[in-house]
Nanobody, 126 residues
Framework: QRQLVESGGGLGQPGGSLRLSCAAS????????ISWFRQTPGKEREGVSC????????VYADSVKGRFTISRDNAKNTVYLQMNSLKPEDTAIYYC???????????????????WGQGIQVTVSS
């Protein structure tokens, strides 16, 4: 069964850090572009970051630029989202998604994705 599984969420302090992982099973992430999205109740899903299949290009939403870092370890079939300088407004359910293309492209936030994780809660609060 092909699936993505997020881990590493939970409670973070304002100004603190969390690292999310997105592990694939049943297929190889190497040929996929991976994106992170987040969503809070009553709001539209928001694109957070994207990394292309070769990890040569990364893109970020303005809201997280300079604070979040996306990376991938194809040998471990896993993508990471390092979240630093957390803010209460980062509180959301975070999802990873895999798209069978090499590059994020300018429209990565609205593109179609082949696989989605189940989501993981991140709460930033003191």
């Amino acid at each position: 069964q092909r699936q993505l599984v997020e881990s590493g969420g939970g409670l973070g302090q304002p100004g603190g850090s969390l690292r999310l992982s997105c592990a694939a099973s049943g297929f190889t992430l190497h040929y996929y572009t991976i994106s992170w999205f987040r969503q809070t109740p009553g709001k539209e899903r928001e694109g957070v970051s994207c990394i292309n299949s070769s990890a040569g290009t990364t893109v970020y939403a303005d809201s997280v630029k300079g604070r979040f870092t996306i990376s991938r370890d194809n040998a471990k079939n896993t993508v990471y989202l390092q979240m630093n300088s957390l803010k209460p407004e980062d509180t959301a359910i975070y999802y990873c998604a895999a798209g069978s293309r090499r590059y994020c492209g300018s429209s990565w936030m609205g593109a179609s994705y082949d696989y989605w994780g189940q989501g993981i809660q991140v709460t930033v609060s003191s």
